[in-house]
């Protein structure tokens, strides 16, 4: 959608096929077998129902983490960062959980 009409042909059909297919997969299994799944697609908004939870946010945010890890990856090819250290060798004396009160 970022790209408007400006994208067409086969590749972009395929796109919108794994898409669709991959939504309607993770809403139907993140749903419980009692409740009703709703699936408009002539709403307005775009077809989840339910909220950051939703298979299309899902998906975006790991697509995102996916763009992110891959150019950490290539910075650490290119030396403009370190590669992550084995946990074993981390500190982790600094980290304390929140207690509720």
Not at 57 to 86: Q, W
Request: hydrophobic share 35%.
């Amino acid at each position: 959608m970022k790209y408007g009409d400006k994208i067409e042909g086969q590749t972009w059909d395929d796109i919108i096929k794994v898409m669709t297919s991959a939504t309607v997969r993770f809403e139907l299994l993140s749903t419980v077998h009692t409740s009703p799944v709703t699936l408009d697609v002539q709403r307005e908004g775009g077809v989840s129902t339910k909220g950051p939870r939703g298979g299309v946010f899902v998906m975006y945010n790991c697509a995102r983490l996916h763009t992110l890890f891959d150019s950490y990856e290539r910075g650490v090819e290119k030396g403009l960062y370190p590669e992550i250290p084995d946990g074993s060798q981390l500190d982790f004396s600094a980290l304390k959980e929140e207690v509720l009160l």
